[in-house]
């Protein structure tokens, strides 16, 4: 991946990352599941983990970076392996596989459970955060698409 793709990865992941932090204040603000705090159990894991309190600007700046960088770069990397033909298929693709790495690896790493059922709201943790990282990783792949058709390259 040259420069090129490196750009066009970070840039795909900031759009994903905005439109998933967009959701977020959504859900705040419409006060969908209250009782459904995900980046509040990851500054209570981040603090025992550091072993002092952890202000709660780390564990959104951490999600978004990760979601611009990292994934953005991990999604840019795989675009061609991943199955479909639009960049929103292919982000659905990929969406779908990290709800599933999340359900299974980072809610229950937190003390939540699998796909978050130990919250005591039932299935409704488990389907927003696939609505979460779905609108996320569609976002990303419709821009990653976008800019790699604006450049001339079929997928980088």
């Given at each position: 991946m040259g420069a090129n793709g490196?750009?066009?990865?970070?840039?795909?992941?900031l759009c994903g990352s905005a439109a998933h932090s967009g959701l977020m204040f959504l859900k705040s603000r419409m006060g969908w599941l209250p009782a459904f705090h995900p980046y509040e159990d990851?500054?209570?894991?981040?603090?025992?983990?550091?072993?002092?309190?952890?202000?709660?600007?780390?564990?959104?700046?951490?999600?978004?970076?990760?979601?611009?960088?990292?994934?953005?770069?991990?999604?840019?990397?795989?675009?061609?392996?991943?199955?479909g033909r639009s960049g929103a298929a292919k982000g659905f693709v990929f969406g779908l596989l990290g709800w599933i790495a999340?359900?299974?690896?980072?809610?229950?790493?937190?003390?939540?459970?699998?796909?978050?059922?130990?919250?005591?709201?039932g299935v409704l943790p488990a389907f927003f955060s696939l609505a979460m990282l779905l609108t996320y990783s569609m976002i990303m792949g419709i821009a990653y698409s976008a800019l790699n058709r604006k450049s001339g390259a079929a997928s980088e």
């Open positions: 490196i750009w066009k990865s970070l840039a795909a992941g990851l500054q209570q894991a981040l603090s025992e983990l550091v072993g002092s309190s952890v202000p709660p600007a780390i564990p959104w700046a951490l999600s978004f970076l990760n979601g611009a960088v990292a994934l953005g770069m991990l999604f840019g990397r795989t675009y061609r392996l991943l199955p999340m359900g299974v690896l980072f809610f229950p790493m937190l003390g939540r459970g699998l796909f978050a059922t130990r919250t005591g709201l």
